[in-house]
């Protein structure tokens, strides 16, 4: 079992409050989760500390990490809120909440809501720490995935894939991505997965191989070219991404040049043009290939310069080449600007966090900050310009047809903090204003249950018909066949269209 040591070892020159903060979260869930096992037979502790681990090992900081080692604590052991304030502050247990009110977001097995169900689960985390930590928890619980029933993995499965990787890949994170969705893929699409391990068998044994080969001599002719700082690697395409492209080919592995791909670090971005300089004089390039997302980022915020090239030994290959900047934030995305090393950070001046998206990052949480025991390495955003990628990534999605274009928007405008989600008994979730009651929640799924409405359930329990709405409710609309809206209800509806609708009914009635 990874231990307490094992995971501070992977910091960046930790504080002893750091430390001491680590172990002393170590030890609490390891006393809380005593006796607790996993499916796979492991201790449950092995979950949260390699759930640690992982962040440690992104680079995150003390606090991230200690809210990862006690993320479980809340739900599942008896341990409350209130000793987690007393014994690591409001900031700690603010993380952990969150992370604990993630879990209500579940994903029920339709397809139509999958957008909505993304912007709960993002609206739920407010702080973007909450949404790293979930999506490592995710992560752990998928590579552990074949000790849980088959139900269960097929649920938690398509889960990953609908809320989880499109949200990974919206915050750019690349790597952890990947990650789930490989993970995913075999549970979910059996038999595409098996259609595509059979395409690739050709090539996939030898590609290791392959690859290493092609970028040792790709590592010479760089060196001898003159290029001096670099570092090179590779990496196999991923299978549902491969999936997805395969299918649009229709399976022509041949169409799809980027199934082995050779990587180019550099310090910097004249070093990127030199090396591709290099690259097309080395080896022929094809045709129309070449892709310069340094120049034009993608939306995610994504910088690399792409080419495909064929090698003396024909291969065809794609190379990949960035800063060392840019591939950190490939890989890691939004969490690659959570640098906690800055002891000085000027918390009154906000950070681009909360510039971009002012309602999921609360204020108060970097005002908590200044009041928590000051040696304890900061792992909220360094003060720093705002990324180039986060700025243009409005102005990127208007010329995108894609329905992220709302996603964004959304994050650039108050919306999460103006909308409630809540969900019908089948799981289909609908999208209300704040403040909404069950008479809103009636006339949003169809008149004819609002006009008749008699009675309304929220969690399983019975609630007056203009009680407010809160994420993540489940609600259950009675009717009967003689009700009537009433004048009353016209005070509990928030909806211009309930509204209307109850005006129209309570004019018909007055008609009659
Ligand atoms: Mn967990």
Not at 15 to 20: M, R, S, V
Not at 412 to 433: A, E, K, M, Q, S
Request: hydrophobic share 35%.
């Amino acid at each position: 079992m990874v231990t307490a040591t094992e995971i501070i070892g992977h910091l960046n020159n930790p504080t002893e409050a750091d430390k001491k903060i680590i172990e002393k979260a170590y030890q609490m869930a390891e006393r809380a989760h005593e006796g607790h096992k996993r499916y796979s037979g492991d201790p449950y502790m092995s979950h949260v500390a390699s759930v640690a681990l992982r962040l440690a090992d992104m680079g995150m900081g003390p606090r991230t990490i200690t809210a990862g080692l006690l993320h479980d604590t809340i739900e599942d052991t008896e341990v409350t809120d209130e000793q987690i304030r007393e014994e690591f502050g409001d900031e700690i247990l603010f993380l952990v909440e969150g992370v604990t009110k993630l879990s209500s977001v579940r994903y029920y097995g339709t397809d139509r809501h999958n957008e909505s169900l993304r912007k709960l689960f993002v609206a739920t985390s407010q702080d973007i720490r909450v949404l790293i930590i979930k999506l490592v928890d995710r992560l752990h619980n998928m590579q552990t995935l074949q000790y849980v029933s088959e139900e269960k993995q097929l649920r938690i499965a398509r889960e990953t894939l609908e809320i989880y990787v499109p949200v990974a890949h919206r915050l750019g994170m690349g790597r952890i991505r990947k990650e789930l969705e490989d993970l995913a893929f075999p549970y979910v699409y059996p038999e595409e997965y098996e259609r595509v391990q059979e395409t690739i068998r050709r090539v996939v044994g030898k590609a290791d191989e392959v690859l290493e080969k092609e970028r040792k001599s790709l590592q010479k002719e760089l060196a001898d070219a003159g290029l001096r700082d670099f570092q090179t690697s590779y990496r196999v395409k991923g299978m549902y991404s491969l999936y997805h492209k395969l299918k649009r080919k229709e399976w022509n592995l041949d169409l799809i040049y980027d199934l082995l791909a050779l990587r180019v670090v550099v310090p910097n971005v004249e070093e990127c043009y030199r090396a591709l300089g290099i690259i097309h004089k080395i080896w022929r390039p094809l045709p129309g290939r070449m892709k310069d997302y340094i120049a034009f980022p993608k939306p995610n915020g994504y910088q690399s310069i792409h080419t495909t090239v064929t090698t003396p030994a024909e291969n065809i290959l794609e190379v990949q080449i960035r800063t060392q900047t840019m591939h950190h934030e490939a890989e890691y995305g939004v969490a690659s600007h959570l640098i906690y090393k800055s002891k000085d950070t000027d918390l009154a001046g906000g950070s681009w966090f909360s510039k971009m998206a002012p309602s999921l990052f609360r204020p108060f949480i970097w005002r908590e900050q200044k009041r928590q025991e000051t040696e304890i390495s900061k792992d909220t955003p360094h003060r720093e310009k705002i990324p180039a990628w986060i700025s243009q990534i409005g102005e990127m999605y208007t010329h995108e047809k894609s329905s992220s274009q709302e996603f964004v928007d959304d994050m650039r405008t108050d919306f999460f903090h103006d909308r409630i989600f809540v969900f019908t008994p089948n799981g289909d979730v609908v999208d209300l204003p704040r403040g909404a009651s069950p008479i809103d929640f009636a006339y949003a799924i169809h008149s004819e249950i609002g006009d008749k409405m008699s009675g309304a359930k929220v969690n399983q329990k019975l609630v007056s018909l203009d009680s407010e709405l809160h994420n993540g409710d489940i609600v259950e609309i009675e009717t009967r066949k003689g009700a009537k809206p009433t004048q009353k209800w016209l005070d509990g509806a928030k909806t211009s269209l309930a509204k209307r609708r109850i005006r129209s009914a309570l004019e018909r009635a007055a008609e009659a």
